[in-house]
């Protein structure tokens, strides 16, 4: 509210200095056009005098004339608080009004023969004179004009006035115009207050809102204020503090489903140590009993190993290191390093590429990564005998489509919105599994920093994944021949 209100009130100092100086040069102006206007009107009803009549004029008397001069030149005085001079050829004075000087000061203290001489000396020679000068109190006008008569000129008419009749003028302007600035002032400082409160309410909320969560609380979404970039902020925050609400509960379930991980094979080793120790163990049952505990740590292991390798999937520290692969020869690879797992199981690979050699960009590693875990969950859900497939299809010219599918039990409809949350297993409540619930999650995380996604397919029977590469066409023979000594 002080800003706009400095505002406002800059403003309105602008406007006044603006009106001020426009305000004084129009008095000004106005003052010298009038001046001048008399000027000539006294030297119109000399010249319509003819040669004769100058005399006249030059005579103290009351003629008609003689009476018409004086009321102009009172007028002057009266009207301007000036003093007129009308003055022949010769230096014959026709009219002159020096009570003016003696009641004005100002005109007193600037009086200076010589340089009404000198005007007058220019005006004679044809010569239109409109001075203003500062005096020791301040401006004077001065406006003198040629007195012409049968196309020359016979005198002169000079008339000097003080400028505090203008300044008193404008004092009057002044004092309207800063009422007027008041009433602004007031009118936008009341403006400003209800302005800034519709401001300042919703940003309060957004603040009490923002507090609540630092505390871990839940907090009310902000309100619409009616204000278009209120609102737009307002919509940011509602979503921001949804986000970090998911992003807790997240965490609570994270951290719940870490410690149920890490309890059960902790509590079982804790065990069958313990009864070691305690010799409640028959001496042919240790093997067992030891090979338990190693399968065990195996699995803390892994868990160990999948959440690195989560965090460094979700890490943003670093770019990605992007360059072109032969796709097809990488998943050709992934499966030779299981090929021991599926011969187990007698399962049967099928591979369907649109061409041999597809190139996709991307950090070849993780992609690899994301290959061994959607093919490591297809191996341990399909049954003994059954068939995997992997192709690679080619969406457009810039994206690659991944499909990998198998036949086994599939996935339930209620279990299809959480594979991809950590530590969720759908084998949990009807299939015996081995693994720990990471896998699908680290897949979203490789593919999500790639700026691609991921999605379960509607499948008949088993489960089907399809994710997104950018195609890497250009360059795919150099690289590809890099890659083949591997």
Not at 226 to 249: C, K, P, V, W, Y
Not at 397 to 421: H, Q, R, S
Request: net charge neutral; aromatic share 6%.
């Amino acid at each position: 509210m002080m800003m706009f209100a400095v505002v406002i009130l800059l403003s309105v100092l602008l406007m006044l200095v603006v009106f001020a100086i426009s305000s004084r040069q129009a008095q000004i102006d106005s003052r010298i056009n009038e001046l001048k206007v008399q000027a000539y009107d006294i030297a119109y009803l000399a010249s319509s005098l003819n040669e004769g009549s100058i005399a006249e004029l030059l005579t103290p008397g009351r003629s008609t004339t003689r009476q018409m001069m004086e009321r102009k030149l009172r007028a002057i005085y009266e009207d301007y608080a000036a003093y007129c001079l009308v003055v022949d050829r010769s230096g014959r004075v026709t009219g002159y009004y020096s009570q003016v000087i003696n009641q004005h000061q100002e005109l007193a203290s600037h009086w200076d023969s010589q340089e009404v001489v000198r005007t007058l000396a220019r005006v004679l020679q044809g010569e239109e004179v409109i001075t203003q000068i500062q005096g020791p109190t301040g401006p004077m006008f001065t406006v003198a004009v040629p007195w012409k008569q049968l196309g020359g000129v016979v005198g002169a008419v000079y008339i000097q006035t003080a400028a505090q009749n203008i300044q008193a003028t404008y004092a009057q302007i002044w004092q309207q115009a800063i009422l007027a600035a008041l009433f602004t002032l007031l009118v936008g400082a009341t403006i400003a207050v209800f302005y800034t409160r519709r401001l300042v309410r919703p940003l309060k909320g957004m603040a009490a809102s923002a507090g609540l969560m630092a505390r871990g609380l839940p907090a009310p979404p902000a309100q619409d204020s009616g204000i278009l970039e209120l609102d737009e902020l307002s919509s940011a925050f509602n979503r921001m503090s949804r986000q970090i609400q998911d992003t807790e509960e997240t965490r609570k379930a994270f951290i719940a489903n870490l410690s149920h991980e890490l309890r059960s094979p902790m509590t079982s080793i804790q065990g069958f140590v313990q009864g070691l120790l305690d010799d409640t163990v028959k001496p042919e049952d240790q093997k067992q009993i030891l090979r338990i505990v190693l399968n065990e740590t195996k699995r803390l292991g892994q868990l160990v190993s999948g959440l690195l390798t989560l965090s460094r999937a979700e890490a943003q520290e670093k770019p990605l290191a992007l360059a072109p692969f032969n796709l097809c020869e990488l998943i050709r690879l992934v499966l030779i390093t299981r090929i021991q797992q599926l011969e187990e199981k007698n399962i049967q690979v099928v591979t369907a590429f649109d061409r041999d050699d597809m190139h996709a960009l991307g950090a070849r590693d993780q992609v690899e990564q994301v290959l061994i875990n959607l093919l490591d969950n297809a191996i341990r859900f399909t049954p003994a005998g059954g068939r995997i497939s992997i192709s690679v299809q080619e969406q457009n010219k810039k994206t690659l489509a991944v499909t990998v599918k198998d036949n086994g039990l599939g996935i339930l409809p209620e279990d299809a919105g959480k594979i991809f949350d950590r530590f969720y297993k759908a084998d949990q409540s009807h299939t015996p599994g081995e693994g720990v619930g990471l896998g699908l999650a680290i897949v979203k995380a490789i593919l999500e920093r790639h700026g691609q996604s991921i999605q379960l397919l509607p499948a008949r029977e088993g489960a089907a994944f399809r994710f997104t590469l950018d195609s890497a066409r250009e360059g795919s023979g150099r690289q590809h021949a890099v890659e083949s000594p591997r």
